[in-house]
Nanobody
Framework: QVQLVETGGGLVQAGGSLRLSCVASGRTASVYAMGWFRQAPGKERDAVATIGLNDGSTYYQDSVKGRFTISRDNAKNSVYLQMSSLKPEDTAVYYC?????????WGQGTQVTVSS
């Protein structure tokens, strides 16, 4: 099992910035990728950004390209999401994901609210 703990959510005005952090513990050696998903009220959970832990390859949802940056610190079993130029439509619960070859692990989620 892998446990994930997210921190860094909160309330910010449009145009502002937030940094989300996620720390993994447990069987982290099995994890090859981590990332961030989000779910707004009444919508499905979708991928925001992901990163490969071995090669650092990244994926970004089109709507966040140029505004969000995902990074990792393998020594700390951590992944980060730096969010800038935030918009009200970025408001959602953000979930950390850790992926092994057989299982997806999820954090408990952290609320990000962007006011206009």
């Amino acid at each position: 099992q892998v446990q994930l703990v997210e921190t860094g959510g909160g309330l910010v005005q449009a145009g502002g910035s937030l940094r989300l952090s996620c720390v993994a513990s447990g069987r982290t050696a099995s994890v090859y990728a981590m990332g961030w998903f989000r779910q707004a009220p009444g919508k499905e959970r979708d991928a925001v950004a992901t990163i490969g832990l071995n090669d650092g390859s990244t994926y970004y949802q089109d709507s966040v390209k140029g505004r969000f940056t995902i990074s990792r610190d393998n020594a700390k079993n951590s992944v980060y999401l730096q969010m800038s130029s935030l918009k009200p439509e970025d408001t959602a619960v953000y979930y950390c994901l850790a992926e092994s070859r057989t299982t997806r692990y999820w954090g408990q989620g952290t609320q990000v609210t962007v006011s206009s």
